[in-house]
């Protein structure tokens, strides 16, 4: 089989590395995940069988730049901490990448290699759709929650502390977060479905960054919010310890924190809000 020659070698895979990254903005993560892996296993079953270069070469050219990216971005995650981004896509490519140097070396053939990868990738996939919602609340310092005030539709201060009795559920926005119109739809359809259940409570948090040039969009989410609203300012992430929207925090009757991240209503996911909910209820 004729083989590439160096410049054309070089010149597809980065052809590869474009379509693997440039994929994010047109595909669903989950999607993402599994056909940029399977893209990547073929790819790289064909890139070495037209290599020029010594197999170690091939496999530098190839692997290394999607690796050290996707590494940049495990390593992100451990320190933001966003959940998600970056950690199933490096250990799926990493697998790849073992997977080509085992056919290469080991001679094990690639249909059976093929036989086990996809039906891995579905796994996996169905696994980080299913856990990709974490309860954080952990990452809470429970000291904090005295310090929290926000401010009523008519400028009085509500103490995070007051919300007792009751469970009692707050969805941060922000002007700036694409998904919070969406997201705060479905928080409102929620709503309506215990609005005569007299032991829940739900609240909606603008978050203000102090960029009130989006007066306009600020103006016509808050418009469509029949909720209870209450406003704070961006020293809400460093009190809660949190740095992206929209939020959730649910507080039981007891004034505990039992739930704090991405408001979720995918049904038969981890942390599905409505199941919280109801788990929450039987115990008061």
Same mark, same amino acid.
């Given at each position: 089989m004729k083989q590439f020659s160096k410049p054309q070698f070089i010149l597809l895979s980065i052809v590869v590395l474009i379509v693997? %990254? *440039?994929? =994010?903005? #047109? @595909?669903?993560? /989950? !999607?993402?995940? #599994?056909l940029t892996s399977i893209f990547f296993l @073929?790819?790289? +079953?064909?890139l070495f069988t037209k290599s020029p270069f010594s197999k170690k070469t091939t496999s530098i050219i190839i692997f290394l730049p %999607?690796? @050290?990216?996707?590494? *940049?971005m495990y390593i992100y995650d451990l320190f933001y901490d $966003? =959940?998600?981004?970056? &950690?199933? +896509?490096?250990?799926? !490519? /990493?697998?790849?990448a073992v997977l080509v140097y085992v056919n290469n070396v080991y001679k094990i053939s690639k249909t059976k290699i093929i036989a086990f990868f996809i039906p891995f990738c579905l796994v996996l996939t169905a696994y980080v759709y299913y856990s990709r919602t974490e309860n954080e609340k952990s990452k809470i310092e429970t000291s904090q929650l005295k310090r929290v005030t926000f401010l009523?539709? &008519? *400028?009085? $201060?509500?103490?995070?502390n007051s919300f007792q009795g009751k469970l009692t559920l707050l969805e941060f926005w922000t002007t700036s977060c694409a998904q919070c119109p969406g997201s705060i739809a479905?928080?409102?359809? @929620?709503?309506?479905? !215990? &609005?005569s259940n007299k032991n829940i409570d739900f609240k909606v948090v603008n978050i203000n960054l102090g960029q009130r040039h989006n007066q306009d969009r600020f103006n016509k989410i808050d418009s469509t919010i029949y909720l209870n609203k209450l406003y704070t300012d961006k020293q809400i992430y460093k009190k809660l310890n949190f740095n992206v929207a929209p939020t959730?925090? %649910?507080m039981n009757a007891k004034n505990e924190v039992v739930y704090f991240g991405y408001p979720n209503f995918t049904r038969f996911?981890?942390?599905y809000l409505p199941n919280i909910i109801e788990k929450e209820l039987t115990k008061m």
């Open positions: 693997m %990254i *440039g994929s =994010g903005p #047109f @595909l669903n993560t /989950l !999607y993402r995940l #599994f @073929l790819s790289s +079953f064909f %999607i690796l @050290l990216l996707f590494t *940049g $966003e =959940g998600f981004t970056g &950690k199933p +896509f490096f250990w799926n !490519y /990493l697998l790849v009523d539709e &008519k *400028g009085n $201060e509500v103490p995070l479905n928080f409102q359809n @929620l709503a309506n479905q !215990y &609005k959730l925090l %649910i996911t981890q942390n």
